[in-house]
């Protein structure tokens, strides 16, 4: 009994010893959930996220109430200012600093005087005790009014704080925000000043807006994905490079968010990884970005450019997020409804000031009008019997009542008060007519306020213009908008490597240099094999991969070509089937393998080619000698099977065992011309139909080019060619009886010539300048590829006269030799030319009409051979 009491008492020990610790457990887990959200709350409220109203975080909310007490005007010591801020922000000197070296760099809040450090190089701000501050104009106008701002005690319980300042401007969208919070992240990227409050002023008219970023370092941006800045979207960003020469380019603005520095490092390491070939970079930057890419001889500039978007710096990608914390709660918002928070904000905030000055002019009036009562019909001689202090307020009080029925509201004690305090030197010098007149002011400023509060929108509307006015020069957009083709990397990376196989063992790669070569590739480039049972796959190119022995096929693979088709004849064992067929391989997942079609098990290539270019050979075909076909041998087209999907089984050609398949004619395209459209944005030529439709190109057709400068230029129409839109005139398929007009001014001669010739060289990728001279003065001033021009022309008879006429370019003068003078047109430089013929534009539908006459006429003559061997 003793020992079972004794094992009782331990087992009830130990249970409360297992409550305690279980309470304990509770009370932790409960007292890190509280911390946890307490920490979380107050970092995404008072560090991290800005406000949706007045566009700043806590710190920087701060940083200006500190400045605007410091306000007089002049300069002060940023080692100053921080110390004033610290009164209020209780984070250190540190992040005061550096958000107010923020605030400063934006150029629109503050003044700055001293090396503030330059965000385009990345170079830092001097120490705060060298640099000085102070509130910009502009601030002063739109963020600050003691009397529409409610305060708050600070940290220490000392000072009073805004809660918010009074803004009356889209702060938040002008300057851009970046933060990271527990848990939640914001960035709002900075748009144009003149163009927020534009279309802050159609938001009050009740129009619809739409709002793109612009930022100080300038650049290029595709804004097609912003999504009006919220989660899910994507800003491209380039920098602005020019063409100087076919050895030289220059970098005149980079990405926001990309210093010079990094875009530098970024060349030189692309460069480094054989990505793109370049001879030496020079930052030349000063007051304005410059950097200088030297090319090495044989370089294409046009192709360097895409090289350094695909590989450098010189393209990012930013992806906006846009959260602000509005009544105390993070929102998610688009830029647009953002636009409209802060809008309605200046909205409120101007009606709420017009309300305090219709009260502060009524308190005016009242007091005006009192005094003038008291001091006109001598009221101040009621008191001087009087002994008491009550018995002056109520002598005062009734002198008053007979004349108080015009005015606007009683008469309370603190108005009796204030008349006895009117000094008698007042009295004796009260003018009526400067009262009378006062008076009159007021009620005209006061009919004027109550006109604002009527017409409230018009009044922000005009608020915005006078911010516009004042404020807007200098400040017009610096990034272009623009959209950007997509880059294939592998399309324009430099050929760094050569691709080898060694059959025997199966490896492939670039560094079996010993082995066969392949062809000339890239580091990034992918790898397609066949093997000889129909089965392939795609792999990454590397120094040495295994891909099976005794592969069929290696070649480089492009995903998105569907101008490679693969032609196959291949034998389905199971069933003693042989099948052909026809198909591209444009989508795949890498590393895995595919069967030759689907539900075919056991496999046997026959036969195989790669297109390039969708060519369809002639083959013939043996039988074995034991099979029982009547016809041993036939011929057998490809160009009469479809392309299809790459799973697809194919046509039978037989069912009878093959001997030998050999190729008796090799074949041309089957695929058709190849639709191009010119992006006279971006200056490049596409086959996704972005832009203007050029023409159907088949293997032999070319482009020509018109250029401002007097040059033409033939190239083929490969998809990385780039024509800059501010020099080209016009872009169009080149055919050997096209003719180019054209009328220039020669500057030797001091005449204007016209001319009209063939093209009669054939070098592609060349520009040939057909002016007659190289005269400074020698100018082009019309030039067109249209068969039949017909311009508008106004040259100067005399100081003030001029003569216009109008001309038909092909009854003036005749095709003559390119590098020919042409006929004199006048003796003078025309005033100006214009085409007024109609433009004749290449059509889609016209093109897909020849190209359906052109397969039909094929048809037909296959049939008539087919005939006529039968």
């Not at 002198?399 to 009295?427: A, Q, S, Y």
């Amino acid at each position: 009994m003793e020992e079972n009491n004794e094992n009782l008492d331990d087992n009830l020990e130990e249970n409360e010893i297992d409550a305690s610790k279980v309470t304990q457990i509770d009370v932790i887990e409960d007292m890190y959930k509280d911390y946890f959200l307490d920490y979380a709350s107050y970092v995404i409220l008072e560090r991290a996220i800005p406000t949706a109203q007045d566009g700043l975080k806590p710190v920087q909310r701060r940083i200006l109430h500190s400045m605007f007490l410091m306000n007089d005007g002049r300069f002060h010591k940023v080692a100053n200012i921080i110390g004033q801020t610290m009164q209020f922000h209780p984070h250190g000197d540190a992040a005061i600093g550096d958000a107010l070296v923020h605030i400063g760099q934006k150029d629109l809040m503050i003044d700055c005087q001293g090396n503030w450090g330059d965000v385009r190089t990345g170079d830092r701000a001097a120490a705060s005790r060298y640099i000085e501050a102070r509130l910009s104009k502009f601030a002063l106008d739109i963020a600050f009014n003691p009397k529409t701002t409610n305060f708050q005690l600070s940290y220490d319980g000392r000072k009073k704080e805004p809660i918010m300042l009074p803004m009356k401007f889209p702060l938040l969208l002008a300057q851009g925000v970046e933060g990271i919070a527990v848990g939640l992240s914001t960035k709002i990227l900075p748009h144009n000043f003149v163009e927020l409050i534009k279309a802050s002023i159609s938001l009050l008219k009740g129009k619809k807006v739409q709002i793109f970023p612009d930022f100080h370092t300038g650049g290029l941006a595709d804004f097609s994905n912003y999504n009006g800045g919220k989660r899910g979207g994507k800003v491209r960003v380039r920098a602005k490079i020019n063409i100087i020469d076919k050895r030289h380019l220059t970098i005149t603005e980079i990405p926001y968010g990309t210093t010079t520095t990094g875009v530098i490092d970024s060349i030189i390491k692309a460069n480094n990884k054989n990505k793109i070939k370049i001879k030496k970079v020079i930052d030349n930057t000063a007051a304005d970005v410059e950097i200088s890419v030297e090319l090495p001889s044989g370089a294409s500039p046009e192709m360097t450019m895409d090289a350094l978007y695909a590989f450098t710096d010189c393209e990012i990608s930013i992806s906006p997020n846009a959260c602000t914390i509005n009544e105390d709660t993070p929102v998610f918002t688009t830029v647009e409804e953002l636009l409209q928070i802060c809008t309605d904000q200046t909205q409120f905030l101007l009606e709420w000031e017009l309300k305090i000055r219709k009260k502060e002019l009524e308190d005016k009036w009242h007091q005006s009008s009192l005094e003038k009562i008291f001091i006109e019909n001598k009221i101040y001689q009621d008191i001087e019997d009087c002994e008491s202090w009550e018995e002056v307020l109520e002598a005062i009080d009734n002198g008053l009542k007979p004349f108080i029925k015009n005015l606007k509201r009683e008469v309370v004690e603190d108005d009796l008060i204030r008349l006895t305090e009117i000094k008698i030197k007042r009295i004796s010098k009260y003018n009526k007519f400067k009262a009378d007149e006062l008076l009159k002011a007021i009620e005209e400023e006061l009919k004027e306020v109550e006109h604002h509060l009527i017409h409230i929108v018009e009044y922000t509307i005009a608020y915005y213009k006078d911010l516009l006015q004042k404020y807007g020069k200098g400040r017009e957009r610096k990034t272009e908008i623009t959209n950007f083709g997509t880059i294939n990397a592998a399309s324009v990376v430099v050929n760094n490597a050569k691709l080898y196989i060694n059959r025997a063992e199966g490896f492939m790669g670039y560094g079996l240099k010993k082995d066969e070569f392949i062809s000339e590739c890239s580091d990034i480039d992918d790898v397609i094999v066949f093997y000889k049972d129909g089965s392939y796959k795609v792999v990454r190119i590397a120094d040495k991969v295994f891909i099976g022995k005794h592969p069929l096929h290696v070649a480089i693979w492009k995903k998105g070509d569907k101008r490679m088709v693969y032609n196959m004849v291949y034998a389905d064992l199971n069933k003693g089937v042989n099948y052909a067929k026809r198909f591209n391989v444009s989508a795949i997942t890498r590393d895995k393998q595919y069967p030759v079609a689907s539900k075919i098990e056991k496999s046997k290539v026959l036969h195989f080619s790669a297109n390039p270019n969708g060519e369809a050979e002639i083959i013939s075909v043996q039988l074995t000698q034991s099979c029982s076909a009547k016809k041993k041998e036939f011929e057998y087209d490809f160009a009469e099977l479809a392309v299809k999907g790459r799973s697809s089984r194919g046509n039978i050609i037989t069912k009878y065992p093959i001997r030998k398949i050999k190729v008796t004619q090799q074949g041309t395209s089957t695929l058709g011309a190849i639709k191009i459209w010119y992006d006279d944005t971006t200056g490049r030529i596409n086959s996704s139909a972005y832009g203007k439709y050029v023409g159907a190109f088949e293997e032999e057709d070319k482009i020509i080019a018109l250029y401002q400068d007097g040059s033409y230029e033939l190239t083929n129409y490969e998809l990385t060619n780039r024509f800059d839109p501010k020099t080209i005139i016009e872009l169009r398929k080149w055919h050997k009886d096209m003719v180019v007009s054209s009328i220039h001014y020669d500057g030797e001669r001091k005449s204007t010539y016209v001319k009209r010739f063939n093209i009669e060289t054939n070098t592609l990728n060349q520009k040939f300048n057909f002016l007659p001279n190289e005269y400074v003065s020698t100018k082009l001033l019309f030039g067109s590829l249209h068969p039949n021009p017909v311009v508008e022309y106004k040259v100067r008879a005399g100081r003030s006269k001029s003569i216009e006429g109008e001309l038909k370019l092909t009854d003036f003068i005749d095709i003559k030799g390119w590098k020919s003078l042409g006929n004199k047109l006048s003796d003078s430089k025309l005033i100006s030319v214009k085409a007024i013929h109609k433009e004749i534009e290449p059509s889609e539908e016209d093109d897909d009409a020849k190209a359906k006459a052109k397969a039909s006429k094929r048809e037909a003559t296959e049939e008539d051979k087919q005939n006529t061997l039968f």
